[in-house]
Nanobody
Framework: QVQLVESGGGLVQTGGSLRLSCAAS????????IGWYRQAPGKQRELVAS???????AYADSVKGRFAISRDNAKRTVYLQMSSLKPEDTAVYYC????????WGQGTQVTVSS
């Protein structure tokens, strides 16, 4: 069973930064596209950023220029560097291995205070 474990969330002030990590167990990790998603209270889960096996990245318009996704295949880890955080970035952040529909982490809470 594929497992993903997120870490790095917390409470930060507006304008601050956080780096999230997603450690994956899949042996196919280096070949997989990984996505970071978030879900705020009362809202649907949305894709924030993704990174392909070849390192191609994509971002939601709301985070372009502020967030950066990267990966370390040797460590089977994907990172999400978040800068210039805003209160509307407050959410539970999840990582997902797009190869496996059920491969989701437990989430890490990010709270941005105004």
């Amino acid at each position: 069973q594929v497992q993903l474990v997120e870490s790095g969330g917390g409470l930060v002030q507006t304008g601050g930064s956080l780096r999230l990590s997603c450690a994956a167990s899949a042996s196919t990790f280096s070949f997989d596209t990984i996505g970071w998603y978030r879900q705020a209270p009362g809202k649907q889960r949305e894709l924030v950023a993704s990174i392909s096996s070849g390192g191609r990245t994509a971002y939601a318009d709301s985070v372009k220029g502020r967030f950066a996704i990267s990966r370390d295949n040797a460590k089977r880890t994907v990172y999400l560097q978040m800068s210039s955080l805003k209160p509307e970035d407050t959410a539970v952040y999840y990582c997902h291995d797009l190869r496996y529909s059920s491969a989701w982490g437990q989430g890490t809470q990010v709270t941005v205070s105004s």
